[in-house]
């Protein structure tokens, strides 16, 4: 037999240690059993370009465009921009066209001397929509 102060710690301790893991197996269980998609941080700027007439023609009918135009930078990727889309503004994308631009280069010719520089590369996407 173990003394009363003794079995008074050891039932303290396996009560503590007993609502942690009671704590853990319900946030497993939360964890696994939710449907929800993982929170989504992007780290990407989308600059929107001018529509076509196709896509203001289905503005002026209060429709979606069937196609979207941006700007990015070289390194995003198509799943990026695609779940971007679909997580942050709800839009269902069929498909994602990418190209790679140069900057174009420039000149400035002073008096003294000519500097040259360059604008940063972009990527250009075309998003197509479901309807």
Do not use: C, W
Request: proline content about 7%; aromatic content about 6%; cysteine-free.
């Amino acid at each position: 037999t173990t003394p009363p102060r003794q079995a008074e710690r050891e039932e303290g301790k396996r009560r503590a240690t007993q609502g942690t893991r009671e704590r853990k197996m319900s946030l497993r269980k939360a964890v696994s059993g939710a449907t929800r998609l993982p929170i989504y941080f992007p780290n990407m700027l989308l600059n929107a370009m001018p529509l076509d007439k196709a896509g203001l023609d289905a503005v002026a009918k209060g429709l979606m465009p069937p196609q979207l135009k941006f700007r990015v930078v070289p390194s995003v990727g198509k799943l990026e921009i695609k779940n971007y889309l679909k997580t942050i503004y709800g839009l269902d994308v069929k498909r994602v066209h990418t190209a790679n631009y140069q900057g174009k280069k420039k000149t400035i010719r002073t008096k003294s001397r000519i500097i040259y520089y360059r604008k940063p590369d972009y990527k250009s996407v075309t998003v197509e929509l479901n309807q």
